[in-house]
């Protein structure tokens, strides 16, 4: 009975995070144009907050697995990272909020691979991917309202970016307090499961060559995922000219499409093979690039978010499935922290390659025309490198 209300507030705290990231994130980037940030300062804000939130997560994993303090890493994270949204509505300086911005990934990123970690030692087994296709359902649902409230409120007259990062900071601190007052206790004991592959301790790799492999194809599809980020942050505010309440409403959209499709989609994800699921959802996710590139107008750009919400839910799905089904049960913070590193790493390179690309192009073209140059780039890369699945059955 006791695992099956920790299960519920695992599920709440999911929901929590997921207004915090919904209420913030989307608008992070917007926010920066609003304060002055070049092309180059949106490059850098995307690159090194990505980076630093994956790069942490290496020490968080390895510290919380070593410990055995999964609910405290979850707290700190949650109470750090809420209260730094204070300073970053006071400054009205581009450099100053790059730096909060960042400084809040290294806190976010004390959550992630504990999260999981813990999951995995009150959740069943059996129910894992049950569980991940739950958590991500209800990721998308928070996302959605917490997106589209930014966006109404901005919409009726109040100042969208100040909604949604006070709705962050209290979403965050109240998910800190679930995991305090519903979780309990630590879990000391963990029994290694003997038909487990052999775990990576300390970076020193000991021929895990299925996820070593897994890590390659991930990271290789992030570098020209992210490659676009950039851009489609310039193409809502310069070249399309969008409000924040349209903005929301391609987030919103997106989300909503997500979480109707692994609702529906549930039992059938239990049993459908990961790679393929991976192979259809990131060679899919090429469609983005491609129609901000080709047609930058809100009602396609709408259409276009309906259709990729489904595949980035789907690949999201599949991701957290594979880490939970086929890493040591001993070491799962250690793990996700690795995997999380290796696709930080790709987050890092790839904004910074697009932002430089479109620099470079914009001194010889005009910005709507280089920048389709770039989306193409990242269309292809996301094409090839996701039909890199197909060479690797999971099972």
């Known amino acids: 009975m006791k695992s ?6 695992l599920y709440l705290k999911s929901l929590l995070d997921s207004v915090y990231y919904g209420a913030s994130s989307p608008f992070i980037p917007i926010y920066a144009v609003h304060l002055g940030a070049t092309i180059l300062q949106i490059s850098f ?10 790069l942490s997560q290496i020490l968080w994993g390895y510290l919380s697995d070593k410990f055995r303090k999964r609910i405290l890493f979850i707290i700190l ?14 400054t009205n300086s581009p450099e ?37 296709s739950r958590v991500n359902s209800l990721t998308y649902i928070g996302w959605v309202m917490a997106t589209l409230t930014v966006g109404l409120s901005s919409h009726i007259g109040f100042n969208g970016f100040e909604v949604g990062f006070k709705l962050a900071l209290f979403c965050g601190l109240m998910s800190g307090l679930i995991i305090a007052l519903c979780c309990g206790r ?45 851009l489609f942050t310039i193409t809502q505010t310069e070249i399309a000219s969008l409000s924040l309440f349209e903005i929301s ?27 393929r699921l991976l192979t259809f959802s990131s060679t899919s996710l090429t469609l983005l690039p491609l129609f ?33 089904e086929n890493t040591p049960i001993e070491e799962k913070g250690f793990y996700t922290a690795l995997y999380n590193f290796s696709t930080g790493s790709a987050f890092l390179v790839g904004p910074f390659v697009g932002g430089l690309l479109l620099e470079h192009l914009t001194s010889i073209l005009p910005l709507a025309e280089a920048i389709v140059y770039v989306y193409i780039i990242s269309a292809a890369g996301r094409l090839l490198t996701g039909l890199l699945y197909l060479t690797f059955n999971f099972n």
């Open 292 to 324: 901000y590139a080709l047609t930058p107008e809100f009602s396609i750009l709408f259409l276009i978010h309906l259709t990729t919400g489904i595949s980035s839910a789907l690949y999201d799905s599949s991701i957290l499935s594979y880490i939970m």
């Open 186 to 230: 630590e879990q000391r004991k963990v029994q290694k499961i003997n038909n487990y592959k052999h775990s990576l301790i300390l970076l020193g790799v000991k021929k895990n060559n299925g996820f070593i492999h897994f890590i390659f194809i991930s990271s290789s599809f992030c570098v020209f995922m992210s490659l676009a980020w950039p």
């Open 4 to 9: 099956h209300s920790i299960e519920r507030a």
């Open 45 to 54: 804000l995307f690159a090194l907050s990505n980076f630093t939130l994956n």
């Open 77 to 90: 994270g949650n109470i750090i990272s809420s209260m730094l949204f204070i300073p970053i509505l006071l």
């Open 96 to 132: 100053i909020f790059i730096v909060l911005v960042i400084a809040q990934s290294i806190a976010n990123s004390m959550t992630i691979p504990t999260f999981i970690a813990y999951s995995t030692e009150v959740v069943d087994e059996k129910k894992w991917r049950r569980f991940s």
């Open 249 to 275: 409403l391609l987030d919103a959209v997106s989300g909503i499409s997500g979480a109707l499709s692994l609702s529906i989609l549930e039992r059938w994800l239990c049993r459908v093979s990961l790679w």
